[in-house]
């Protein structure tokens, strides 16, 4: 702050500048005795410049002792704030360290209290915990012991049942022993199975496909086809129960051999029972191309399944179709969507005649239109000719209204009759 120019400085400087450049001036004009005058009073410019300088240069170095001194006082009292600033924040901070001290000392008192209290409350909780836990153990075991009894009774009941199941079963399998027995249960089965999937009438029980022959297929459904005799497909059901049950017997007791001589039985049996229905129930026209095996059970047709190459060589040689009671409904479904479909294009056919008959009559009510079109223009023209001879009239009328006024008082009658047989004449 002392090295920087105060004002008088400044001046001061100017001034000098101000001196120099008059000198210069002068110099160049001043020659002879002029120029001594000049010279004269340049060098009390120049004493007055000098003096001028020595105030300002006074005056600078009093500025600079007053800065020096303001300098002096802000310094001590900028030292001044900070140390009564550090005594504040001394103050301050003892003051929080005492108060964390205190919420220290609290802290701990209310954590103390809450262990104290949450260990209370957990001796409360495993208390009626304890005491819950052995009344429903309690009541858990005495539920679970009263289940295993009725368990125990049920499954006594259950060993019951199974004994009578299993001479059920060996009556069942004394009546399947009988060839004519088995045939007739599948049959029933099949039957079941038709009358569930297909419409009335769609099939025929024990039909004879050729005449003359005593050969008769257990069912044939008649195809939705459009003709005056439809095809029929024909569907034999077929229980190889001996077989069947030689292989079972086989797989139970792990016999490989034996398992594999049944599985030969198995198939030699399918491939006869295929031939017998293709030479008697395959008959076109009267039947379609293909006939229809069905196997009662699903497991003996899950066997015959694993057979490999059988069924395709049945469908192609014999031109049989092997099905269990799985696959016969979505083939019956089929069929029964095919009547649909027929039934749908009969419908067509009436909606199709409907709707011809229809534009006949539109076309006769457009002639009736047309008919009732003229008769309503030649109405059209009486009635504009009415209304002509209407105005006619009126304007007569009017005409009428004058000549009432030039007729006297006592010729009201004539003039009445004279009206009137105008309005005749008009009419």
Known sequence: ?????GPGSILAIVALGAVVVLAVLLLRRGTGAGAAGEGDLLARLYVMLERETAARTADSEAQRARLAEIERVLAARLDQSRA???????TIAQSITRDLGDARVRQGEALREMAEASAR???????????????????QMQTSFQRVLEQFAAMQKAMGEVTAMTAQIGDLKRLFSNVKTRGGWGEAQLRAILDDVLPA??????????????????????????ATTPPVLAIDSKFPTEAY?????????????????ARRALETTLRIEA??????????????????????????YAEVARLPGLLDEIGRT??????????????????????????????????????????QEMLKMDGVLERLAR????????????RRRTRVVARQLRGLDGVESLVPEGAGDDAAAWTGETEFNGA
Not at 126 to 138: G, I
Not at 245 to 259: F, K, S
Not at 332 to 346: D, K, P, S
Request: aromatic share 4%.
């Open 1 to 5: 702050m002392s090295d920087a120019l």
């Open 84 to 90: 009564e600033t550090a005594d504040r924040l001394a």
């Open 121 to 139: 409350q957990l001796e409360t909780i495993r208390t009626a915990v304890n005491e819950r836990l052995h009344e429903a153990v309690e009541r």
């Open 201 to 226: 009438g769609a099939y025929q029980a024990n039909c004879r496909l050729r005449e003359g022959s005593a050969e008769v297929v257990e069912f044939a459904v008649r195809m939705p086809v459009r």
């Open 245 to 261: 049950e030689r292989l079972l017997d086989a797989v139970n007791r792990v016999d490989a051999e034996a398992e594999r001589a």
């Open 275 to 300: 031939r017998k229905i293709a030479s008697k129930y395959i008959v076109p026209p009267v039947t379609v191309e293909f006939a229809v095996l069905y196997l009662p059970t699903d497991g003996l």
């Open 318 to 359: 014999c031109r049989v179709i092997v099905m269990g009671p799985g696959l016969l409904p979505a083939m019956l479904r089929t069929i029964h969507l095919g009547y649909v479909t027929l039934a749908l294009e009969e419908r067509t056919d009436g909606i199709a005649r409907l709707l011809g008959a229809t534009r």
């Open 375 to 386: 008769n309503a223009s030649a109405m059209s023209s009486s009635i504009d000719e009415a």
